[in-house]
């Protein structure tokens, strides 16, 4: 079982260079202005696929029809958002459950280029206009932009939301917009943007794909509250009829003032996109069979291998297909609480790994289908391979002394078992570093530094990683280990972890091809210490401290490759994870009424926004309707 993915014209008039370098750089940041020209696009490192003016991109079917409806099961994406229901529509804070893709519903400055790493062009904004260095950006906004109920969108949104954002989003929003010093709005149509001066080259694409938020609602509604009532927003759907713990849709919105830019057209094709609610997998599994959802993307191998028999399988209703996944595949594993005294010793978390056999976990629970994970950056050129590189010893000599030895050599990798599911060889070698680590074995039972049992639980949220686990729990038990697994309900699961209050929890981290601030959230030592954050291993390290700035202060795309591949080494010889498994395929199975463009675009797979409802192919099986 894989985790889905533990997330993105020019105007006439110009300010003076003069009025922006005096309100963009108060203190020691004042300089002489420098304007660097209005561009239609952002990227970190500059490059740009698109000129300013393309038609549309590349991997859309710009004759897409509108209309239809796709129906799929709730996942879980990010922030605050939970699989099982819901009891808020506002995403963008720490508190309460808010459903899957309400982001559909808010505008953005800029919107991403999928078949580029990190590039992104105007969707509010016609273009941005970096000044002083890139200590500020001016961003050029569109004068047709409105929000649902007619009003114009202004700079005085956009620069509302950047500082409610900053100060009372969710933890990984803040953490994201650390940098930012503030924004205001120099006239209805130019939103200046302030940096700090330490800020990294991704932060202007983050601000960039910041939601934008309504300052007129938002005096009468309290952005710190979680509500139900649909929000004010400007985006190519809202929220339309909804059921709290059943189901949300989001209808389309015919008149959306953005629907004709280059970076919409072929985009936003379903009239209706509806998200099921259910409290446990099996049910949601029997209603798509019977066609109550259409689209499921499968990430439990047993199913995919198994289950996938049913009669619209077999009469070609439903397909079941494979699409390439070329993103890095990321990090997914069982992260240790380093918080917790009884994981402080790497040699503790090392052990522990060894007890989980993956060889015959893949063999006999995946079907053969999952390859191991090894890196923090699996699937991508940000991997450590092999012995470290001139390049990569140049930022790690300085903190050899800090670093053990393990990160000098070839990059700690995953112990490879005889796939019997008991390597005796194996667990001898955690029983020694247990030992090693002053662990004591009384009997049958392992005491720890305390002189107690020792025991750890494996949080979830799920049944259906029990099968996986049970056999990894074995094993510990036969080092001495009391280990037990607990599964909560998503709600009690997303506030434990958001309080720290776990022993190991199962999460899968997915990263973008150019690294950016959110991975301070994911192992910084000032995320370890913020409740919310996606530090679930409690990493406060100096070293991967000072390493995640070099990768994020990078000034080409090979130097931050480099960075990363150093960051890598020094994250795996600490042994926060054990690693857990990836495929480099979406498996989809949908019932055979959609349209979708040839290829996906290489660095994401953009269903909602990308397919369309085909009616032709609806009609013949019988759900025109």
Same mark, same amino acid.
């Given at each position: 079982?894989?985790?889905?993915?533990? #997330?993105?014209?020019?105007?006439? $008039?110009? %300010? !003076?260079? =003069?009025?922006?370098?005096?309100?963009?750089?108060?203190?020691? *940041?004042?300089?002489?202005?420098?304007?660097?020209?209005?561009?239609?696009?952002?990227?970190?490192?500059?490059?740009?696929?698109?000129?300013?003016?393309?038609?549309?991109?590349?991997?859309?079917?710009?004759?897409?029809?509108?209309?239809?409806?796709?129906?799929?099961?709730?996942?879980?994406?990010?922030?605050?958002?939970?699989?099982?229901?819901?009891?808020?529509?506002?995403?963008?804070?720490?508190?309460?459950?808010?459903?899957?893709?309400?982001?559909?519903?808010?505008?953005?400055?800029?919107?991403?280029?999928?078949?580029? #790493?990190?590039?992104?062009?105007? $969707?509010? %904004? !016609?273009? =941005?206009?970096?000044?002083?260095?890139?200590?500020?950006?001016? *961003?050029?906004?569109?004068?047709?932009?409105?929000?649902?109920?007619?009003?114009?969108?202004?700079?005085?949104?956009?620069?509302?939301?950047?500082?409610?954002?900053?100060?009372?989003?969710?933890?990984?929003?803040?953490?994201?917009?650390?940098?930012?010093?503030?924004?205001?709005?120099?006239?209805?149509?130019?939103?200046?943007?302030?940096?700090?001066?330490?800020?990294?080259?991704?932060?202007?694409?983050?601000?960039?794909?910041?939601?934008?938020?309504?300052?007129?609602?938002?005096?009468?509604?309290?952005?710190?509250?979680?509500?139900?009532?649909?929000?004010?927003?400007?985006?190519?759907?809202?929220?339309?009829?909804?059921?709290?713990?059943?189901?949300?849709?989001?209808?389309?919105?015919?008149?959306?003032?953005?629907?004709?830019?280059?970076?919409?057209?072929?985009?936003?094709?379903?009239?209706?996109?509806?998200?099921?609610?259910?409290?446990?997998?099996?049910?949601?599994?029997?209603?798509?069979?019977?066609?109550?959802?259409?689209?499921?993307?499968?990430?439990?191998?047993?199913?995919?291998?198994?289950?996938?028999?049913?009669?619209?399988?077999?009469?070609?209703?439903?397909?079941?297909?494979?699409?390439?996944?070329?993103?890095?595949?990321?990090?997914?594993?069982?992260?240790?609480?380093?918080?917790?005294?009884?994981f402080a010793d790497p040699r503790v978390r090392r052990a522990l790994g060894y007890a989980f056999d993956f060889e015959w976990s893949n063999q006999v629970l995946f079907y053969g289908l999952y390859t191991r994970t090894q890196s923090f950056f699996q699937n991508s050129a940000m991997m450590a391979t092999d012995l470290p590189t001139e390049a990569e010893l140049a930022l790690l000599e300085p903190f050899r002394d800090r670093l053990p030895d393990a990160v000098f050599g070839e990059p700690v990798t995953a112990p490879v078992s005889d796939g019997s599911g008991f390597d005796r060889r194996l667990?001898?070698?955690?029983?020694?570093?247990?030992?090693?680590?002053?662990?004591?074995?009384?009997?049958?039972?392992?005491?720890?530094?305390?002189?107690?049992?020792?025991?750890?639980?494996?949080?979830?949220?799920?049944?259906?990683?029990?099968?996986?686990?049970?056999?990894?729990?074995?094993?510990?038990?036969?080092?001495?280990?009391?280990?037990?697994?607990?599964?909560?309900?998503?709600?009690?699961?997303?506030?434990?972890?958001?309080?720290?209050?776990?022993?190991?929890?199962?999460?899968?981290?997915?990263?973008?091809?150019t690294l950016s601030d959110t991975v301070r959230d994911f192992w910084s030592s000032k995320a370890a210490a913020t409740p919310g954050s996606s530090n679930l291993s409690g990493i406060s390290d100096p070293v991967v401290d000072a390493l995640i700035e070099t990768a994020l202060a990078a000034k080409s795309r090979e130097a931050m490759y480099v960075a990363a591949r150093a960051l890598d080494r020094v994250l795996r010889a600490g042994y926060y994870w054990v690693p857990q498994w990836n495929k480099p395929t979406h498996t989809v199975a949908m019932w055979d009424v959609f349209g979708y463009p040839?290829?996906?675009?290489?660095?994401?797979?953009?269903?909602?926004?990308?397919?369309?409802?085909?009616?032709?192919?609806?009609?013949?099986?019988?759900?025109?309707?």
């Open positions: 079982m894989s985790r889905p993915r533990d #997330p993105s014209r020019r105007t006439v $008039l110009k %300010a !003076s260079a =003069a009025a922006i370098a005096a309100a963009a750089l108060p203190g020691p *940041f004042l300089a002489p202005a420098r304007a660097e020209g209005l561009r239609h696009g952002l990227s970190v490192f500059g490059e740009l696929k698109y000129a300013s003016d393309f038609p549309h991109f590349g991997y859309v079917n710009a004759e897409a029809p509108k209309g239809g409806r796709i129906i799929f099961t709730a996942p879980s994406w990010a922030y605050n958002q939970n699989p099982q229901t819901f009891n808020t529509f506002n995403t963008f804070i720490l508190k309460g459950d808010a459903p899957p893709r309400m982001e559909m519903c808010f505008d953005t400055l800029m919107v991403r280029a999928l078949d580029e #790493p990190d590039a992104l062009y105007g $969707l509010v %904004a !016609s273009g =941005a206009e970096t000044v002083n260095g890139g200590n500020a950006i001016v *961003f050029h906004l569109r004068p047709e932009a409105r929000f649902h109920d007619g009003s114009r969108l202004t700079a005085g949104d956009v620069a509302f939301s950047l500082e409610v954002l900053k100060e009372s989003g969710h933890p990984q929003i803040r953490q994201a917009l650390l940098e930012l010093v503030g924004a205001e709005a120099l006239d209805d149509s130019r939103v200046l943007v302030r940096f700090s001066g330490r800020q990294t080259r991704q932060l202007p694409l983050i601000v960039a794909g910041m939601p934008i938020l309504s300052r007129r609602y938002y005096t009468a509604y309290d952005f710190t509250q979680s509500v139900l009532t649909p929000p004010l927003s400007s985006g190519p759907y809202k929220v339309g009829r909804h059921e709290v713990g059943r189901y949300v849709e989001y209808h389309r919105v015919k008149d959306w003032w953005g629907k004709d830019l280059p970076v919409s057209v072929g985009h936003h094709n379903f009239d209706v996109i509806r998200i099921e609610f259910y409290r446990e997998r099996t049910a949601a599994f029997e209603a798509f069979k019977k066609g109550a959802t259409t689209y499921q993307e499968e990430f439990t191998s047993k199913t995919w291998a198994t289950e996938y028999t049913f009669p619209a399988v077999q009469d070609g209703r439903v397909l079941l297909k494979e699409f390439p996944d070329n993103r890095p595949a990321g990090a997914q594993g069982w992260f240790f609480n380093t918080r917790r005294d009884k667990l001898r070698e955690a029983a020694r570093l247990l030992e090693e680590a002053g662990l004591k074995r009384d009997g049958a039972t392992l005491l720890g530094l305390d002189g107690k049992p020792f025991t750890v639980e494996f949080l979830d949220n799920s049944p259906s990683f029990d099968r996986i686990i049970q056999p990894y729990l074995r094993n510990l038990e036969r080092l001495g280990i009391r280990a037990t697994s607990r599964t909560v309900d998503p709600a009690q699961y997303q506030a434990r972890l958001n309080d720290f209050d776990f022993d190991i929890a199962s999460r899968r981290y997915a990263l973008s091809a040839e290829e996906p675009p290489f660095y994401d797979f953009p269903v909602e926004s990308t397919w369309w409802f085909d009616a032709d192919k609806a009609a013949k099986i019988g759900m025109a309707g």
